[in-house]
């Protein structure tokens, strides 16, 4: 394995150092490094080091549709947006509701190598709602599942979620809840208030999430078990969160770069690549989203990548697919909207976007400190350049970027997976 000398970054939650990586593992921190002779050296002047990103939301497609996204697209993808793990989603066909289509998504990604796949397994059978899938099984199989999901519905039969989040317990797993009260949101195309009105799509009121949310933290209060709230939108939605946390009750959420950023006036354009689940919202959601994330409130970013064919995302607004890409913008958007406004430090973007996804999902190897000792899932970032998106440049299968266009600070140079880059001078290195 050839070893990397990478000199004078700015390391995440220390100094400006070198970092010695060889045989998978950062070897030493700091300066004037004993490196092997034939060490490769990288000059990280002026780049940050951040451990390798870890996504907790993302939907890869494979099995089914592996024209929207494969394991091996959306992994490519992964390691060009800085991250070394990512959770992928169980809304694929079939389910992953089985021991043995986990076990396959997780070989895929093995065998990829671009970056570390954890299957998330479906809480019910078919993700129809009805049944408890078989969580043990996927628990106990190679893939060692430990979050689990109906993404894409909602987990909306109380007795259900209180089953699912008491059989968790028993392996130290996790529910993550897509949190969608079905009845309030029938036929929903944006979110609800006046603009839905004066663009005739049927709203998406924002009680509709936090009805859900609320009535999870109590289930999960009184089982006594581990709820993750997905893709959190709405300014209430926060407060509730925020509340519960005060009053020492256990729930981790998660929200997206998109929320972070982008308002509902997209919609007024009928263009279907912001056309999302849940909805862009208001002004004022996107600013209590980002004061949730600062404060803890919020514990992560999670991309939520959603590839969808053009097919799919090239119709009437109403008929479109739900969904965004996000892996390869992911850390750009997070430094415009969190770091350029002083919201977050670096240190604290790895612990939203490395530390904290890791230890939600339980991933052991990933979300370490970049120190001695650590397994080398390194991602190097230059925050100084800008780059307009041009949706021909994506490494995915599908083009459906709603930052098209835009002008985003901030590129990945390299990414190391285990002491291996992935990603060197910005480009796959395969
Ligand atoms: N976010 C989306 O709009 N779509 C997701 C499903 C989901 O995350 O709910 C998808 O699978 O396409
Ligand atoms: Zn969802
Ligand atoms: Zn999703």
Redesign the pocket.
């Known amino acids: 394995m050839t070893a990397y000398l990478i000199t004078g970054a700015r390391i995440v939650g220390g100094d400006q150092a070198d970092l010695l990586i060889d045989n998978g593992e950062i070897v030493a921190t700091g300066t004037g490094l004993d490196a092997p002779a034939d060490a490769r050296t990288i000059d990280a002047t002026g780049l940050v080091a951040l451990p390798g990103l870890v996504d907790l939301h993302t939907?890869l497609r494979e099995p089914g549709r592996e024209d929207a996204e494969t394991v091996f697209t959306g992994t490519r993808a992964a390691a060009k947006g800085g991250f070394t793990a990512v959770f992928a989603?169980a809304?694929t066909d079939p389910v992953a509701d089985t021991a043995g289509v986990v076990e396959q998504v997780w070989r895929l990604g093995r065998d990829a190598g671009y970056a570390d796949v954890y299957p998330i397994g479906a809480v019910t059978v078919g993700r129809k709602g009805t049944q408890l899938a078989e969580l043990g099984a996927m628990a106990d199989s190679a893939a060692r599942v430990r979050v689990f999901s109906d993404?894409?519905d909602c987990v909306w039969d109380a007795a259900l979620m209180r089953r699912a989040l008491e059989y968790v317990k028993a392996f130290d797993g996790v529910i993550a809840q897509?949190a969608q009260e079905p009845r309030l949101t029938q036929g929903a195309q944006m979110n609800e208030g006046a603009l839905s009105g004066v663009l005739g799509l049927t709203g998406w009121p924002s009680v509709a999430e936090e009805a859900i949310i609320a009535r999870d933290i109590l289930l999960n209060a009184h089982v006594g078990s581990k709820l993750h709230v997905?893709?959190l939108s709405t300014k209430g939605s926060v407060e509730i969160v925020r509340a519960a946390k005060r009053r020492g009750l256990e729930v981790t959420a998660e929200v997206t770069p998109h929320h972070l950023l982008l308002t509902e006036e997209l919609a007024a354009s009928y263009n279907p690549v912001y056309k999302?689940?849940p909805p862009l919202r208001t002004k004022e959601d996107v600013e209590a989203v980002r004061e949730g994330l600062a404060d803890g409130t919020i514990d992560i970013v999670a991309t939520?990548h959603?590839p969808?064919p053009v097919e799919d995302k090239d119709c009437e607004w109403s008929a479109a697919?739900?969904?965004m890409t996000g892996l390869e913008t992911a850390l750009s958007v997070v430094q415009h909207a969190m770091i350029d406004t002083k919201l977050l430090t670096w240190a604290e973007v790895a612990d939203r976007m490395s530390y904290r996804p890791a230890a939600i999902g339980q991933a052991a190897e990933h979300g370490r400190p970049l120190e001695a000792g650590a397994p080398a899932n390194v991602v190097l970032y230059d925050p100084r350049v800008e780059r307009t998106v041009v949706p021909d440049e994506s490494v995915s299968l599908s083009r459906n970027t709603p930052f098209e266009g835009m002008t985003l600070p901030g590129k990945v140079v390299a990414t190391f997976l285990r002491g291996t880059p992935t990603v060197l001078d910005g480009e796959l290195t395969k």
């Open positions: 939907h989603m809304n993404d894409g897509h997905c893709h999302v689940n939520d959603a969808h697919a739900f969904g």
